[in-house]
């Protein structure tokens, strides 16, 4: 098989993503081990050490095991089985989130107070240049970067929100911890491309397409106190969402996220 040269990707990401397309088909038993090094190598007309890259990062997804005298083996059953795999989280879709929140981890790259700018007023419902605390986030689930968050809150919450605090503790359960109990959110989805800050905090190439999601979150008054944009790694997180004319749920997890 030859590797396209026109797609931008970095030759061990084209790989990895052949190599996880045949993990999620089957095509290699579970439990069995995988081809070695060498014949990848050859197969792909790449250098081993390429491939080596490539087996390490699915690893990292703990998609497969790299085993001392047994070679790589997948360690999860793939393809249409996914389904009854992928984490269920009982209750609304901010439960879920934070449950996923639960999972990874955080770094805080920006934490200030500052006027309001327009759409952020708007979305909040404060007055033009009111006080707000902005919070630009990256999160990380096993050393990967998934998500870069720029996050607003009405000024005087942000005593709840101190910059260690949010380090280990998600934003809507420091909230519920501060007597903020955020019950109801609108959210959109949509696209955006990734720009050069943004890649390089994701580690992608600039201009791959990303998942933007815009969420406002309300108390139980009815309250704006949150208004997050984030951009999500389009290859490691997935929404899920089941429609009926009963109802809907919504579950949100990270790709390859089996606990």
Known sequence: MTLDTHTGLPRFQQVRLIL???????????????PGERQLAEEFGVARVTV?????RL???GLVTRMRG??????VRQGRAQAS????????LLDNIVSVSMRTRV???????MPAPPSVSTALGLPPGAPVLKVVR????KTQPIAYTVVYVPGDLAGALDRHTLQDTPMLVALQQHGVEVVSAEQTLGAAVADLDVARILRIAPGVPLLRVSRVASDSKGRP??????????????????LSRAGASTNVWIDADQH
């Open 59 to 61: 690893q990292e997804e």
């Open 20 to 34: 996880r397309d045949r993990l999620r088909s089957g095509l290699y038993e579970t439990g069995m081990p995988m």
């Open 138 to 141: 990256v999160r990380k689930f």
């Open 225 to 242: 106190v949150q208004f997050l944009v984030g951009l999500y790694h389009p290859e490691r997180y997935t929404y899920q969402m089941r």
């Open 52 to 56: 080596r890259a490539a087996l390490a």
């Open 85 to 92: 795999t992928v984490p269920h989280v009982s209750g609304g």
């Open 70 to 75: 047994k070679g790589t083996v997948p360690t």
């Open 107 to 113: 770094q805080v790259l920006e934490w200030r107070r």
